[in-house]
Protein backbone atom coordinates (compact mmCIF):
# COMPACT_ATOMS: atom_id res chain seq x y z
CA UNK A 1 0.00 0.00 0.00
CA UNK A 2 1.09 3.45 -0.87
CA UNK A 3 0.83 5.94 2.56
CA UNK A 4 1.65 9.39 3.49
CA UNK A 5 1.68 10.69 6.72
CA UNK A 6 1.77 14.10 8.20
CA UNK A 7 1.46 14.02 11.96
CA UNK A 8 1.92 17.38 13.07
CA UNK A 9 -1.94 18.86 12.00
CA UNK A 10 -0.51 22.28 12.97
CA UNK A 11 2.58 23.75 13.90
CA UNK A 12 4.18 27.61 15.04
CA UNK A 13 7.07 29.15 14.76
CA UNK A 14 8.46 32.53 15.04
CA UNK A 15 9.32 34.67 12.38
CA UNK A 16 13.16 34.32 11.37
CA UNK A 17 13.34 31.22 12.95
CA UNK A 18 14.09 27.55 11.09
CA UNK A 19 10.84 25.08 11.64
CA UNK A 20 11.03 21.25 10.31
CA UNK A 21 7.58 20.04 9.02
CA UNK A 22 7.52 15.94 9.40
CA UNK A 23 6.44 13.80 6.23
CA UNK A 24 6.84 9.63 6.39
CA UNK A 25 5.77 7.67 3.65
CA UNK A 26 5.27 3.77 2.86
CA UNK A 27 6.04 2.14 -0.63
CA UNK A 28 7.54 -0.75 -1.88
CA UNK A 29 8.58 0.84 -4.51
CA UNK A 30 12.58 1.32 -4.84
CA UNK A 31 11.93 4.26 -7.24
CA UNK A 32 9.67 7.02 -6.43
CA UNK A 33 9.06 10.95 -6.57
CA UNK A 34 8.48 13.00 -3.46
CA UNK A 35 6.58 16.42 -3.63
CA UNK A 36 5.86 19.46 -1.07
CA UNK A 37 3.06 21.68 -1.73
CA UNK A 38 2.12 24.97 -0.08
CA UNK A 39 -1.63 26.01 0.23
CA UNK A 40 -2.10 29.56 1.40
CA UNK A 41 -5.19 30.31 2.60
CA UNK A 42 -6.67 31.99 -0.95
CA UNK A 43 -7.10 28.29 -2.07
CA UNK A 44 -4.05 27.40 -4.72
CA UNK A 45 -1.75 24.98 -4.67
CA UNK A 46 1.78 26.36 -4.89
CA UNK A 47 4.75 23.27 -5.74
CA UNK A 48 7.85 24.01 -3.73
CA UNK A 49 10.41 21.00 -4.00
CA UNK A 50 10.93 17.76 -5.17
CA UNK A 51 13.43 14.51 -4.03
CA UNK A 52 13.89 11.79 -6.00
CA UNK A 53 14.56 8.51 -4.52
CA UNK A 54 17.73 7.94 -6.13
CA UNK A 55 19.17 11.53 -5.42
CA UNK A 56 22.03 11.33 -3.29
CA UNK A 57 21.76 14.97 -2.18
CA UNK A 58 18.96 16.33 -0.41
CA UNK A 59 17.07 19.09 -2.47
CA UNK A 60 17.06 22.50 -1.82
CA UNK A 61 15.51 25.19 -3.27
CA UNK A 62 15.95 28.78 -1.75
CA UNK A 63 14.63 29.19 2.16
CA UNK A 64 13.10 25.44 1.23
CA UNK A 65 15.03 22.09 1.79
CA UNK A 66 13.99 18.76 2.08
CA UNK A 67 15.78 16.43 4.96
CA UNK A 68 15.26 12.93 3.08
CA UNK A 69 15.91 10.05 4.91
CA UNK A 70 15.47 7.08 2.92
CA UNK A 71 16.18 4.20 5.21
CA UNK A 72 13.54 6.14 7.84
CA UNK A 73 11.24 6.64 4.83
CA UNK A 74 11.49 10.23 5.88
CA UNK A 75 11.04 13.25 3.69
CA UNK A 76 10.75 16.50 5.89
CA UNK A 77 10.30 19.93 4.61
CA UNK A 78 12.75 22.51 6.09
CA UNK A 79 11.91 26.54 5.85
CA UNK A 80 14.86 28.36 7.20
CA UNK A 81 14.43 32.25 8.11
CA UNK A 82 10.61 32.16 8.71
CA UNK A 83 8.45 34.79 7.11
CA UNK A 84 4.80 35.70 7.75
CA UNK A 85 4.01 34.93 4.10
CA UNK A 86 4.79 31.60 4.69
CA UNK A 87 1.87 31.26 7.09
CA UNK A 88 -0.49 28.15 5.00
CA UNK A 89 -1.07 24.34 4.80
CA UNK A 90 1.76 22.18 3.58
CA UNK A 91 1.51 18.57 2.06
CA UNK A 92 3.80 16.16 0.92
CA UNK A 93 3.21 13.78 -1.77
CA UNK A 94 4.86 10.90 -3.15
CA UNK A 95 4.66 9.42 -6.23
CA UNK A 96 5.28 5.53 -6.88
CA UNK A 97 6.68 4.92 -10.06
CA UNK A 98 4.83 1.71 -9.97
CA UNK A 99 1.14 3.69 -10.16
CA UNK A 100 2.57 5.56 -13.49
CA UNK A 101 0.18 8.72 -12.66
CA UNK A 102 -0.73 8.82 -9.01
CA UNK A 103 0.12 10.99 -6.47
CA UNK A 104 -0.39 10.62 -3.00
CA UNK A 105 -0.91 13.25 -0.87
CA UNK A 106 -0.57 13.78 3.23
CA UNK A 107 -3.46 15.09 5.47
CA UNK A 108 -1.27 18.51 5.58
CA UNK A 109 0.63 20.54 8.45
CA UNK A 110 -1.01 24.01 9.15
CA UNK A 111 2.03 26.13 9.80
CA UNK A 112 1.51 29.41 11.40
CA UNK A 113 4.39 32.19 11.84
CA UNK A 114 4.06 34.45 14.66
CA UNK A 115 5.85 37.72 14.65
CA UNK B 1 0.95 32.59 -18.86
CA UNK B 2 -2.09 31.11 -18.05
CA UNK B 3 -1.52 27.77 -16.44
CA UNK B 4 -4.08 26.06 -15.22
CA UNK B 5 -7.24 27.59 -15.46
CA UNK B 6 -10.60 26.24 -13.81
CA UNK B 7 -13.94 27.19 -13.88
CA UNK B 8 -16.17 28.37 -11.82
CA UNK B 9 -14.66 29.44 -8.35
CA UNK B 10 -17.53 28.70 -6.46
CA UNK B 11 -21.20 26.83 -6.98
CA UNK B 12 -23.86 25.74 -5.47
CA UNK B 13 -26.11 22.44 -6.20
CA UNK B 14 -29.01 21.40 -4.73
CA UNK B 15 -28.99 17.44 -4.58
CA UNK B 16 -29.99 15.99 -7.94
CA UNK B 17 -28.47 18.79 -9.80
CA UNK B 18 -25.97 18.07 -12.33
CA UNK B 19 -22.91 20.48 -13.69
CA UNK B 20 -19.68 20.37 -15.10
CA UNK B 21 -16.17 21.91 -13.61
CA UNK B 22 -14.13 23.08 -16.61
CA UNK B 23 -10.45 23.15 -16.75
CA UNK B 24 -8.29 24.16 -19.64
CA UNK B 25 -4.25 24.32 -19.46
CA UNK B 26 -1.99 25.82 -21.65
CA UNK B 27 1.04 24.26 -21.12
CA UNK B 28 0.92 21.23 -23.82
CA UNK B 29 0.40 19.00 -20.84
CA UNK B 30 -0.71 15.43 -21.92
CA UNK B 31 -1.51 14.77 -18.35
CA UNK B 32 -4.24 16.06 -16.71
CA UNK B 33 -6.14 14.93 -13.44
CA UNK B 34 -9.21 16.25 -11.02
CA UNK B 35 -8.65 15.83 -7.46
CA UNK B 36 -10.53 16.43 -4.71
CA UNK B 37 -9.73 17.86 -1.24
CA UNK B 38 -11.73 17.43 1.63
CA UNK B 39 -11.14 18.46 5.27
CA UNK B 40 -8.21 16.00 7.29
CA UNK B 41 -8.32 13.54 3.77
CA UNK B 42 -5.07 15.56 1.97
CA UNK B 43 -6.22 15.10 -1.72
CA UNK B 44 -7.68 12.17 -3.68
CA UNK B 45 -7.67 11.32 -7.16
CA UNK B 46 -10.89 11.28 -9.04
CA UNK B 47 -10.20 10.65 -12.67
CA UNK B 48 -6.80 11.49 -14.95
CA UNK B 49 -5.98 11.37 -18.58
CA UNK B 50 -2.72 11.02 -20.60
CA UNK B 51 -3.88 12.05 -23.48
CA UNK B 52 -7.24 13.30 -25.97
CA UNK B 53 -9.38 10.26 -25.75
CA UNK B 54 -7.70 8.28 -23.14
CA UNK B 55 -8.67 8.65 -19.51
CA UNK B 56 -8.73 6.33 -16.02
CA UNK B 57 -9.87 6.19 -12.45
CA UNK B 58 -8.77 7.27 -9.65
CA UNK B 59 -8.94 6.75 -6.16
CA UNK B 60 -12.57 8.28 -5.45
CA UNK B 61 -14.41 7.99 -9.05
CA UNK B 62 -18.21 7.38 -8.04
CA UNK B 63 -20.41 9.66 -9.12
CA UNK B 64 -17.60 11.60 -11.81
CA UNK B 65 -17.64 11.67 -14.90
CA UNK B 66 -14.92 12.83 -17.35
CA UNK B 67 -13.66 13.19 -21.09
CA UNK B 68 -10.67 14.47 -22.79
CA UNK B 69 -11.20 15.45 -26.44
CA UNK B 70 -8.24 17.78 -26.37
CA UNK B 71 -4.78 18.14 -25.06
CA UNK B 72 -6.46 21.50 -23.58
CA UNK B 73 -9.26 20.63 -21.81
CA UNK B 74 -10.10 18.39 -19.09
CA UNK B 75 -13.97 18.61 -17.80
CA UNK B 76 -15.64 16.73 -14.70
CA UNK B 77 -19.64 16.11 -14.99
CA UNK B 78 -21.37 15.53 -12.13
CA UNK B 79 -24.67 14.03 -13.18
CA UNK B 80 -26.76 13.90 -10.07
CA UNK B 81 -25.22 16.05 -7.21
CA UNK B 82 -24.90 14.35 -4.01
CA UNK B 83 -24.29 16.06 -0.28
CA UNK B 84 -21.12 13.64 0.01
CA UNK B 85 -19.72 15.64 -3.21
CA UNK B 86 -19.05 18.92 -1.36
CA UNK B 87 -15.70 19.51 -1.64
CA UNK B 88 -12.92 21.80 -3.18
CA UNK B 89 -11.95 20.45 -6.82
CA UNK B 90 -8.77 20.94 -8.47
CA UNK B 91 -7.66 20.04 -11.56
CA UNK B 92 -3.80 19.49 -11.62
CA UNK B 93 -1.48 18.55 -14.82
CA UNK B 94 2.02 17.59 -15.30
CA UNK B 95 4.49 16.74 -18.28
CA UNK B 96 4.05 13.37 -18.76
CA UNK B 97 7.40 12.83 -20.30
CA UNK B 98 9.40 13.66 -17.34
CA UNK B 99 9.50 11.53 -14.46
CA UNK B 100 10.24 14.29 -12.10
CA UNK B 101 7.43 16.38 -13.12
CA UNK B 102 5.49 18.36 -10.63
CA UNK B 103 1.53 18.61 -10.39
CA UNK B 104 0.27 21.97 -11.55
CA UNK B 105 -2.35 23.01 -9.94
CA UNK B 106 -5.92 25.73 -11.01
CA UNK B 107 -6.92 27.86 -8.48
CA UNK B 108 -9.91 24.95 -7.08
CA UNK B 109 -13.53 25.03 -7.62
CA UNK B 110 -15.39 25.38 -3.93
CA UNK B 111 -18.17 23.27 -4.63
CA UNK B 112 -21.28 22.53 -2.07
CA UNK B 113 -24.53 20.49 -2.75
CA UNK B 114 -26.97 21.11 -0.37
Known amino acids: AQKITQTQPGMFVQEKEAVTLDCTYDTSDQSYGLFWYKQPSSGEMIFLIYQGSYDEQNATEGRYSLNFQKARKSANLVISASQLGDSAMYFCAMRPSNTGNQFYFGTGTSLTVIP | NAGVTQTPKFQVLKTGQSMTLQCAQDMNHEYMSWYRQDPGMGLRLIHYSVGAGITDQGEVPNGYNVSRSTTEDFPLRLLSAAPSQTSVYFC?????????????FGNGTRLTVT
Open chain 2, 92 to 104: ASRYYGDYNSPLH
